[in-house]
T-cell receptor
Framework: SQQGEEDPQALSIQEGENATMNCSYK?????LQWYRQNSGRGLVHLIL?????REKHSGRLRVTLDTSKKSSSLLITASRAADTASYFC????????????FGKGTRLSVIA | GAGVSQTPSNKVTEKGKYVELRCDPI?????LYWYRQSLGQGPEFLIY????????DSGLPNDRFFAVRPEGSVSTLKIQRTERGDSAVYLC???????????FGDGTRLSIL
């Protein structure tokens, strides 16, 4: 079963705008990761945020984590057409098992 | 450097046939994962290897699915008596060790006619 749920399912924005995607999950976690997937390709790791962290930055990416609400957000600033892809949040299991549990993803379209 | 390589990239076969999907992880990565992804869905965990042993196979849907990693490097996912519902993209990922970010291959698109 899939633990994470991304919101919205699809997002269409103009180049230069910011894109915000949200993720909710159900059980306790060690960390939460965001991945990106271009059509027909594998997933690419973007950023990992640990359960004791609240915010993390990487280039144009900003991730927040609220463990009390079991939610995370991914913000992409100054979006580019090349950011068009599906974005997934993934959580591990607090028991220490490392297989990831993915949500259904947000399909982001950035229009030039 | 070389990433995770999966072969074949596409596989079309008839219902009832046996298929093998291969994964070459990044050299030195001890952890290897198989996932299955259906259209419009996120990847769904199948099995996780730490070295040569299957550390967690709880995601395998039934006993028609089996995976091996005999030398702790290349892994093969084997599906017996394929059914149309097995059609999906099968993704392999590896990481330096368990708990680290995972590196994915481009997957094998399996179509059962």
């Amino acid at each position: 079963s899939q633990q994470g749920e991304e919101d919205p399912q699809a997002l269409s924005i103009q180049e230069g705008e910011n894109a915000t995607m949200n993720c909710s999950y159900k059980t306790s976690i060690n960390n939460l990761q965001w991945y990106r997937q271009n059509s027909g390709r594998g997933l690419v790791h973007l950023i990992l945020i640990r359960s004791n962290e609240r915010e993390k930055h990487s280039g144009r990416l900003r991730v927040t984590l609220d463990t009390s609400k079991k939610s995370s957000s991914l913000l992409i600033t100054a979006s580019r057409a090349a950011d068009t892809a599906s974005y997934f949040c993934a959580t591990d299991r607090n028991s220490g098992n490392t297989p990831l549990v993915f949500g259904k993803g947000t399909r982001l379209s950035v229009i030039a | 450097g070389a990433g995770v390589s999966q072969t074949p990239s596409n596989k079309v076969t008839e219902k009832g046939k046996y298929v093998e999907l291969r994964c070459d992880p990044i050299s030195g990565h001890t952890a290897l994962y198989w996932y299955r992804q259906s259209l419009g869905q996120g990847p769904e965990f199948l099995i996780y290897f730490q070295g040569t042993g299957a550390a967690d196979d709880s995601g395998l849907p039934n006993d028609r699915f089996f995976a091996v990693r005999p030398e702790g490097s290349v892994s093969t996912l084997k599906i017996q008596r394929t059914e149309r519902g097995d059609s999906a993209v099968y993704l392999c990922a590896s990481s330096l060790q368990g708990g680290q970010p995972q590196h994915f291959g481009d997957g094998t698109r399996l179509s059962i006619l």
